[in-house]
């Protein structure tokens, strides 16, 4: 097994350059983020960090992906594209159906890169999900000085996903989320493979999915950093340390150069470089078996 461990060394601590600041993002979302109790958020905790422990620490869960073969046969299933959120619930992911993944369904994603997408994912099938924070983002930046309200921007995220429609012949629909008001991720999945993770043996833990496979670098870096701030920001927040941290889990693609695990590595690397979360971040990396 390749397998990658970085804690993140001790590095540039030029906050001021960095790109977190996304101060217009978090005080859009600041307005429709219910605040739970910290008995919640502990209890949350407690559960995604039993399934770690359940999958015998990230190494075990590293090792599942990496062993289990029907996480990487899609043969006869077919994409559906879903945010990079979460709490997204996997009802899609079934004999038939497996998820690619785009921070509200290509809200954030140029028209160009939109069509590249569908047409290396072969997807027939768009939703958008309540709460989106990437519909957030894009409200806040197209709509300056707007203080919307939650019905608002699961109004803007639905007719934005249904637009799709007419330009990329998508048929649409919503997806239901899980732990709605709340952030449960404890890391994130940096593919340069098609995958459907929850064909592991267990519970997978809760995991933002970024399919850098189907979206150029930079903007698949945007998201890794959309998914930083979010769990980071009003997730777990202050329970990420050292022991405890964000989990980054790349899966490469052995056949690409581009996507294979030392290159995705280090693509998410050179983003962390630039986080204030850093030491609180563990990248694990391996190359499929495909
Ligand atoms: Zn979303």
């Excluded at 001790?10 to 600041?21: L, R, S, T």
């Excluded at 008995?39 to 559960?47: F, G, I, K, T």
Aim: aromatic share 10%.
């Amino acid at each position: 097994m390749l397998c990658i461990a970085t804690r993140h060394p001790q590095g540039i601590q030029n906050y001021a350059q960095n790109m977190w600041a996304t101060t217009t993002y978090f005080k859009l979302c600041a307005k429709d983020v219910k605040m739970v109790s910290d008995d919640v958020r502990q209890s949350a905790w407690d559960v995604q960090q039993k399934l770690i422990e359940d999958a015998v620490g990230i190494d075990g869960l590293v090792e599942k992906l990496e062993e289990t073969e029907a996480v990487y046969d899609l043969t006869g299933k077919e994409p559906i594209i879903v945010c990079i959120d979460e709490r997204i619930i996997p009802t899609g992911t079934d004999e038939k159906h497996y998820y690619v993944r785009s921070a509200g369904t290509f809200i954030l994603l140029d028209e160009e890169s939109r069509k590249a997408f569908v047409e290396s994912s072969g997807t027939k099938t768009g939703t958008w999900h309540k709460e989106c924070g990437a519909a957030t983002k894009n409200y806040g930046d197209t709509h300056p000085g707007a203080k919307p309200t939650s019905e608002t921007i699961d109004t803007y995220a639905r007719e934005f996903v249904e637009s799709l429609e007419d330009s990329l012949g998508l048929e649409t629909r919503e997806i239901g989320i899980e732990s709605p008001g709340f952030h449960p991720a404890i890391g994130a999945i940096y593919q340069g493979v098609d995958m459907d993770p929850f064909q592991i043996d267990m519970d997978l833990p809760k995991f933002f999915g970024i399919n850098r496979n189907h979206t150029p670098k930079k903007y698949a870096l945007e998201e890794l950093k959309i998914a930083l701030d979010i769990a980071f920001g009003h997730g777990f927040g202050d329970l990420f340390d050292k022991e405890n941290p964000f989990y980054i889990i790349v899966a490469g693609n052995p056949n690409n150069p581009e996507l294979c695990a030392d290159n995705l590595c280090s693509e998410v690397n050179s983003v962390l470089e630039n986080t204030p979360y850093k030491e609180k971040i563990l990248v694990k990396a391996y190359d499929a078996r495909i």
